[in-house]
């Protein structure tokens, strides 16, 4: 198993904008923009959600909203405002508003089949 990460461009409400460097997680449920950048960005919180961790554990985490660019693809997301020491994660929300699938094989994200049934 291998890890896949991609450099994405955030853009925030008053226009500020921060390059980062995502962990491509299709496991994850939101995207989590670390929190340096959710600083830079300000970014606010929408509200609060409660998360489950792998091992289990759950945590709180607020979630708001920003725009995002990759090289497949742009759109309005919503985001985890990370904590220190939160790394950042591109989750599948975001990989599904966008489009866009993980290959398993390839390790790269590609279109997904898009279906009107």
Same mark, same amino acid.
């Given at each position: 198993?291998?890890?896949?990460?991609?450099?994405?461009?955030?853009?925030?409400?008053?226009?500020?904008?921060?390059?980062?460097?995502?962990?491509?997680?299709?496991?994850?449920?939101?995207?989590?923009?670390?929190?340096?950048?959710?600083?830079? #960005?300000?970014?606010?919180?929408? %509200?609060?959600?409660?998360?489950?961790?792998?091992?289990?554990?759950?945590?709180? %985490?607020?979630?708001?909203?920003?725009?995002?660019? $990759?090289?497949?693809?742009?759109?309005?997301?919503?985001?985890?405002?990370?904590?220190?020491?939160?790394?950042?994660? #591109?989750?599948?929300?975001?990989?599904?508003? #966008?489009?866009?699938? $993980?290959?398993?094989?390839?390790?790269?994200?590609?279109?997904? %089949?898009?279906?009107?049934?």
């Amino acid at each position: 198993m291998g890890l896949t990460y991609i450099e994405g461009l955030l853009s925030g409400p008053t226009g500020k904008q921060a390059s980062v460097k995502f962990l491509v997680d299709s496991g994850a449920t939101y995207t989590l923009v670390p929190a340096e950048q959710a600083r830079l #960005l300000e970014l606010q919180p929408k %509200r609060s959600v409660a998360f489950s961790l792998a091992d289990g554990t759950t945590i709180e %985490r607020q979630v708001s909203e920003c725009h995002l660019s $990759l090289p497949q693809g742009e759109g309005h997301t919503p985001v985890i405002l990370g904590e220190p020491g939160d790394e950042a994660l #591109l989750g599948a929300i975001t990989l599904e508003e #966008l489009g866009l699938v $993980l290959n398993p094989f390839t390790r790269k994200l590609q279109p997904m %089949r898009m279906m009107l049934a």
